[in-house]
T-cell receptor, first 115, second 113 residues
């Protein structure tokens, strides 16, 4: 079972709101990722968690705050976003952090619209 | 710089025709290469991957890809396309202990009936 589950599937929020995106996997993977994908563009890496610790932050603005409560869950807390942050946010996971020998599995994504 | 390039932005093929989507890579060492497919409004589904060994890789949904070091290519092929194959296709790569996948810009496949 290679499944990464993301909720909600769609989210509309105002620029002053605080919301969260959630991601769950039960494959025993120890690396989890957040990617951002704008329309007609490839996904761009935002954060990597390895063994529940943040290992990579691709210079993402602080209005995006990741959290990994346990090895199965990954959250992305959103606050004071801008309209240009509207995008598809993809969660992914893999057995280990290194791409070599590990496959990254993606969820269906959460569509975020900032108004 | 390490990169993956997909030269074709948009490809149209007739249902039942063969398909080849191009992917070129630029890495100093042997890369780890992937093909993902994304249907409209959906996440990415892994079609196949190349880590090492046999250069012809079989994937799901009847897709295959061939790693050609001499041409720095990892082209995706399917002998007979179905209308349901219409989607965006991304080639992606990485090397060694890196945890970051570098994606190509994608190729949108349209299938005509």
């Amino acid at each position: 079972d290679t499944e990464v589950t993301q909720t909600p599937k769609h989210l509309v929020m105002g620029m002053t709101n605080k919301k969260s995106l959630k991601c769950e996997q039960h494959m025993g993977h120890r690396a989890m990722y957040w990617y951002k994908q704008k329309a007609k563009k490839p996904p761009e890496l935002m954060f990597v968690y390895s063994y529940e610790k943040l290992s990579i932050n691709e210079s993402v603005p602080s209005r995006f705050s990741p959290e990994c409560p346990n090895s199965s869950l990954l959250n992305l807390h959103l606050h004071a976003l801008q309209p240009e942050d509207s995008a598809l946010y993809l969660c992914a996971s893999s057995q280990g952090q290194a791409v070599s020998g590990n496959t990254i599995y993606f969820g269906e994504g959460s569509w975020l619209t900032v108004v | 710089a390490q990169s993956v390039t997909q030269p074709d932005i948009h490809i149209t093929v007739s249902e039942g025709a063969s398909l080849e989507l191009r992917c070129n890579y630029s890495y100093g060492a042997t890369p780890y290469l992937f093909w993902y497919v994304q249907s409209p409004g959906q996440g990415l589904q892994l079609l196949l991957k190349y880590f090492s060994g046999d250069t012809l890789v079989q994937g799901i949904k009847g897709f295959e890809a061939e790693f050609k070091r001499s041409q720095s290519s990892f082209n995706l092929r399917k002998p007979s396309v179905h209308w349901s194959d219409a989607a965006e296709y991304f080639c992606a790569g990485s090397t060694g202990t890196a945890s970051k996948l570098t994606f190509g810009t994608g190729t949108r496949l349209q299938v005509t009936l």
